[in-house]
């Protein structure tokens, strides 16, 4: 076995030179060797997460993984990928829906409603530089409840970029893993409107059992509790009460608790453990939130898609909601009238993605490249090969192919080329190199933006 995991170490080598940094940080790193079967010539590794094994199987085990397995190993092998959560379960393991709710209530007194999404999981939210750290202590929150180093957890960001989805998140990996916990997710506005409530039918001491007695208590969108000093009290006691029972504490907000326009005393409590941010996402990971959402929805990923989805992850930046909604839209649109979601389709119904009134032509685009890169266009339209000149124009190609509607052969005759297989492996190499290099998808990004496709 000793040699087996050195030569899954070398395994590892192999693979980090194939794929971007973050990538192997984010899906490698904690990757466990756990078994190996000559017979069946297969390997089993352990994956944290469900997540981590869905991305693996789908993003890198056939071109990347197996391969570099294949290399150290020196023979053709199986991979099985487990998760540690099937391990520890164990099989036949019952859950208990009494004690979990997707409402808001957990007695009779108030009306129920279901608010919580099954379909928000730590799985489907897609990590990147923006949000790490928040999903981060989000799932360590899950996995430990109580622990006094995450209580209480205080996530805050602008809206739409995925708050509500890691506290969803929490409430369902709970019910999964830990099913005998009473868990309650509510907005601030339900819990203010169910005081109110209880104050008006009194019935605050079912109000009080119901909000002090959970194993875990969510609340979303705190700074809704502006200028309502009264409510602000009864969650001030309330957050006594769970804090001082170990029980976990998870809340929202729309900016940092030290920021928010309500009593000092409780913004302070609000800041007592974990404090963690989401911020926009860059475009990496815009592109990789609607693949996944391509995913979700069944959608083949071909060349004309993830176009679209370049499109789109290009001009919405500041909201995942948006952006998910927009691709949804337009998935939808082009299902409906039966036609290919591709950039002709995009160009004609969605023009609000495009300046200009969508008139992108290659010569805007050689000039910003070349701005860029501080050469001539005709450099770009020349035959030099070196790389400083090589390199510009092979990303001037790559963003013709994919913000215009101009076939290889217009491409080649428009850089002065004869030969349109040229531009065809030139859009080749900038779209993997996009895809394992991050230096290459920032310069592609930075110039997309300059020319406000």
């Known amino acids: 076995m000793n040699n087996h995991n050195e030569l899954w170490s070398l395994s590892l080598d192999f693979l980090s030179t194939k794929i ?16 190996i079967d000559e017979n069946s010539k297969t390997i089993y590794l352990l994956c944290n997460t469900s997540m981590q094994e869905d991305i693996i199987m789908k993003r890198y085990m056939d071109e990347y993984l197996i391969p570099s397995v294949n290399e150290a190993f020196q023979d053709k092998y199986n991979i099985k990928l487990m998760t540690k959560r099937e391990n520890e379960k164990g099989a036949g393991k019952s859950k208990n829906k009494d004690n979990y709710s997707t409402t808001s209530t957990v007695n009779s007194t108030f009306s129920q409603e279901n608010i919580v999404n099954i379909r928000h999981t730590f799985d489907n939210f897609v990590v990147g530089n923006n949000n790490d750290y928040a999903y981060y202590t989000a799932f360590s929150v899950a996995e430990d409840l109580g622990n006094p180093r995450y209580n209480p957890l205080y996530i805050f960001g602008d809206p739409g970029l995925g708050k509500t989805h890691l506290m969803h998140a929490i409430c369902n990996y709970i019910y999964e893993v830990f099913p005998e916990k009473k868990v309650l997710y509510v907005t601030s506005e339900i819990f203010a409107n169910e005081f109110i409530s209880a104050l008006k039918n009194k019935t605050m001491d079912l109000f009080k059992d119901k909000y002090r007695n959970m194993d875990i208590l969510l609340l979303d969108d705190v700074q809704f509790f502006k200028g309502k000093e009264t409510i602000q009290e009864e969650i001030f006691n309330t957050f006594n009460v769970l804090h001082d029972s170990k029980k976990q504490i998870v809340l929202s907000g729309d900016r940092n608790p030290s920021e928010l326009e309500i009593s000092d005393r409780l913004a302070q409590r609000f800041g007592w453990g974990l404090v963690s941010t989401i911020k926009k996402p860059v475009f990496e990971t815009r592109v990789a939130i609607l693949e996944n959402k391509a995913e979700q929805e069944n959608i083949n990923i071909n060349d004309d898609v993830l176009s679209v989805i370049n499109i789109i992850a290009s001009n919405i930046t500041d909201n995942v909601r948006e952006l998910e909604s927009t691709f949804f839209n337009l998935t939808n649109m082009a299902k409906f009238r039966g036609e290919p979601l591709n950039t002709n389709f995009v160009r004609k119904n969605a023009t609000y993605l495009f300046n200009n009134n969508g008139e992108i032509d290659v010569d805007s685009i050689k000039n910003v490249v070349s701005q860029y890169y501080g050469i001539s266009i005709k450099d770009l339209e020349g035959k030099k090969r070196t790389r400083d000149i090589a390199v510009p ?6 963003i013709t192919r994919e913000l215009t509607d101009m076939s290889f052969p217009s491409i080649a005759e428009a850089f002065g080329k004869k030969d349109h297989s040229t531009m065809m492996h030139a859009h080749k190499k900038i779209g993997n190199e996009i895809l394992t290099n991050e230096s290459v998808k920032f310069v592609v990004d930075e110039i997309m933006k300059k020319i406000k496709i």
């Open 20 to 35: 971007n940094k973050t990538a192997f940080k984010n899906w490698f790193e904690n990757l466990t060797f756990e078994d």
């Open 393 to 398: 124009r092979q990303i001037a190609i790559y």
